[in-house]
């Protein structure tokens, strides 16, 4: 069975950055590509950015572009989401996924088979 945690969430101040950690646990962790996803209250998940088996290729939102950097370390087990001028709306509980699909990169969260617990990242104005 695949186990994701995420860390390295909290509260910052616009402007501010924070990175966050999701360290997978009970099988290769090269063996799947990976994503961040993010939830704010009353809204739907939504797909932040993705990167592949290797590291070498990666894909994001276009609200985060510029701003945020997903890279991974897989001698560490441990995908990373660098998250730089933080806003407001950037404000959400922030999930890590892990998908089969090695190779390529996938904005949809069916595409995903193994989820972390999520973890709380909250912007003030």
């Known amino acids: 069975q695949v186990q994701l945690v995420e860390s390295g969430g909290g509260l910052v101040q616009a402007g501010a950055s924070l990175r966050l950690s999701c360290t997978v646990s009970?099988?290769?962790?090269?063996?799947?590509?990976m994503g961040w996803f993010r939830q704010a209250p009353g809204k739907e998940r939504e797909f932040v950015a993705t990167?592949?088996?290797?590291?070498?290729?990666?894909y994001y939102a276009d609200s985060v572009k510029g701003r945020f950097t997903i890279n991974r370390d897989n001698a560490k087990n441990t995908v990373y989401l660098q998250m730089n001028s933080l806003k407001p709306e950037d404000t959400a509980v922030y999930y890590c996924?892990?998908?089969?699909?090695?190779?390529?990169?996938?904005?949809?969260?069916?595409?995903?088979?193994?989820w972390g617990q999520g973890i709380q990242v909250t912007v003030s104005s």
């Open positions: 996924a892990a998908t089969r699909l090695s190779n390529s990169l996938y904005t949809q969260s069916d595409y995903y088979d193994y």
């Open positions: 990167i592949n088996w290797s590291g070498g290729s990666t």
């Open positions: 009970g099988r290769t962790f090269s063996n799947y590509g």
